[in-house]
């Protein structure tokens, strides 16, 4: 089993920059692949970031590529989301999600375990 919290989300305005964070326990973190997923009010969950078990393997969605950086440290357990040129768009409950295989993957249902969101809110 795999616990994941996510903590960092909040307020910007336009043009702005948050960092997201998700600490994992329950397995060793080395051995997991780690994601971001958003969904705003009204839409379907969508994938944003993934990244492999070293950090030098790492995938994006078109809409957030050049603007967000997913990196990962495994001596503390972590996966961030380095979120920067922040639009009204990006609005949304971010996830993390995590899989135990070693392929990335963009599909919500190849990840098994996912922590409760974090609300970010982007202002015109």
């Known amino acids: 089993q795999v616990q994941l919290v996510e903590s960092g989300g909040g307020l910007v305005q336009a043009g702005g920059s948050l960092r997201l964070s998700c600490a994992a326990s329950g397995r060793t973190f080395s051995t997991l692949v780690m994601g971001w997923f958003r969904q705003g009010t009204g839409k379907e969950r969508e994938f944003v970031a993934a990244i492999g078990w070293s950090g030098s393997s790492t995938d994006y969605a078109n809409s957030v590529k050049g603007r967000f950086t997913i990196s990962r440290d495994n001596a503390k357990n972590t996966v961030s989301l380095q979120m920067d040129s922040l639009k009204p768009e990006d609005t949304a409950v971010y996830y993390c999600?995590?899989?135990?295989?070693?392929?990335?993957?963009?599909?919500?249902?190849?990840?098994?375990?996912w922590g409760q969101g974090t609300q970010v809110s982007v202002s015109s």
């Open positions: 999600a995590a899989r135990l295989r070693s392929a990335l993957a963009r599909s919500s249902e190849d990840y098994p375990y």
